[in-house]
């Protein structure tokens, strides 16, 4: 694993934490959550991991910035921004949808590190985001391109390393949520042999992603969409932070806890189950929730 002088990235604060809760005792399963969240304010989870050998590429290639793809909520658009102004890097957002009268947190805040948004139409962001080309690429020349979400061979490489700040040994199940399926793939690449990665989608519909052997895709979690989200998970999210102090997102980890939980109440996993779930930080999204939505 590499780390960048420039950007703070505390690994050492990536714990695991046992959770205590009755549903746990009652079918006699543990679980601990991998706190990729505490391992930097903004650049948190496993957007780093996905980042890392992105970073390094662009360095080796003298690039003349990063540019990259997301939503207006994106945690990818806001680690990307953040991690371009510690590294002194021009940094370009492609944003997906017309420009809004006014700019979530997310476009806010990256615009304040220093990225350049550039919004464009659906039909075209779908077009472009596979691989920045057409005029828009000469407008941008020497410019290092990130995938949306960090994806690609060297996200899955990074995400591969995720395993290595706990003992995998002491688990026999790994849980993580899936949005483009980037860190799912890595985790079940670098599991024990005989370990089951399981992935939570967060979005709804089947979006193809490639289950590896290790791996495991379990739908039915998305409470309505990518981003959506109902009062039963507001209300999971306050009580799973009540009883464990451990924050959670409506976009991926309040989603993923839950499945987690109703999972072991339905007995999806055996007696003895050793459940590992991966934090993968993204908690400044919940600052679109109007204020009191949340207990943290």
Not at 144 to 172: H, M, N, Q, T, W
Request: aromatic content about 10%; glycine content about 12%; some cysteine.
């Amino acid at each position: 694993m590499h780390l960048f002088p420039g950007v703070s990235i505390d690994i050492s604060a990536a714990t695991t934490e046992a959770v205590q809760l009755p549903v746990l005792h009652k079918h006699e399963i543990s679980l601990s959550v991998l706190r990729l969240d505490r391992i930097h304010p903004v650049i948190s989870g496993n957007k780093w991991f996905k980042l890392n050998y992105h970073l390094w590429e662009a360095k080796q290639r003298e690039a003349a910035g990063l540019l990259t793809y997301g939503g207006a909520y994106s945690n990818h658009i806001i680690a990307v921004a953040c991690a371009a102004a510690a590294l002194g890097l021009r940094s370009i957002g492609i944003i997906r949808g017309e420009k809004p009268p006014v700019f979530s947190h997310t476009l806010q805040e990256a615009a304040g590190y220093g990225m350049e948004l550039v919004f464009m139409d659906r039909a075209g962001y779908k077009t472009n985001s596979a691989g920045f080309t057409g005029p828009a690429s000469e407008k941008y020349p020497g410019y290092y391109v990130i995938p949306e979400g960090g994806s690609g061979a060297l996200g899955v490489k990074g995400s591969a390393d995720i395993l290595d700040l706990a003992d995998k040994r002491l688990y026999s199940h790994i849980l993580c949520a899936i949005g483009t399926a980037t860190m799912f793939t890595g985790i079940a690449g670098s599991a024990l042999p005989g370990q089951q990665v399981t992935g939570i989608p967060v979005l709804k519909g089947e979006a193809g992603w490639p289950v590896p052997p290790a791996g495991r895709i379990v739908p039915g979690y998305h409470f309505g969409g990518y981003a959506r989200k109902t009062a039963a998970l507001l209300d999971f999210i306050n009580f799973f932070y009540d009883h464990t102090g451990i924050p959670t997102d409506f976009v991926y980890t309040g989603k993923l806890l839950f499945a987690a939980l109703d999972m072991i109440e339905k007995g999806y996993f055996s007696p003895q189950s050793r459940l590992l779930v991966i934090h993968s930080g993204g908690l400044q999204g919940n600052r679109s929730l109007p204020a009191g939505a949340l207990h943290f």
